[in-house]
C-alpha cells in the first residue's frame, strides 16, 4: 500500500515557475514508477511525466518537454515537479500517482493522490 500527498500547488504567473513535491508512505516508494498527470476542468485526466523506480529513466508529454522536470528522492520518499516557463494551458489539478509496473499504461497506476491546484495566469 502506498499513499499519495502532493503539495506545492498555487497562483503563478505566465512565465513562472513551481515546484510540485509528493510525498510517499509506505517502505515501497524506491520500487514503484511515479507519474504526475493533471486534469483541467472539462477536460480529461492526461499524463505529464513520468519517472523509473531507480529515476535513470524518464519521459514527459510533448507539451511539457523542456518545460517540466521530474525528479524523485529514494531516500525521503518524495517525487518532485519542477515546472518552468508555465503557460496558461497548464492550469489543472496535479496528481501523482504510483505504479509497481516498468511503463506503466494509466490503467495501471494503482495509487492516486488527492491532487494539488496549480493556476497560471496570463
Known amino acids: 500500500q502506498v499513499q499519495l500527498v502532493e503539495s506545492g500547488g498555487g497562483l503563478v504567473q505566465a512565465g513562472g515557475s513551481l515546484s510540485l513535491s509528493c510525498a510517499a508512505s509506505?517502505?515501497?516508494?524506491?520500487?514503484?514508477?511515479m507519474g504526475w498527470f493533471r486534469q483541467a476542468p472539462g477536460k480529461e485526466r492526461e499524463f505529464v511525466a513520468e519517472i523509473s523506480w531507480s529515476g535513470g529513466s524518464t519521459s514527459y508529454a510533448d507539451s511539457v518537454k523542456g518545460r517540466f522536470t521530474i525528479s524523485r528522492d529514494n531516500g525521503k520518499n518524495t517525487v518532485y515537479l519542477q515546472m518552468n516557463s508555465l503557460k496558461p494551458e497548464d492550469t489543472a489539478v496535479y496528481y501523482c500517482a504510483a505504479s509497481y509496473r516498468r511503463n506503466p499504461l494509466f490503467s495501471e497506476y494503482d495509487y492516486w493522490g488527492q491532487g494539488t491546484q496549480v493556476t497560471v495566469s496570463s
Open positions: 509506505g517502505s515501497t516508494f524506491s520500487s514503484c514508477t
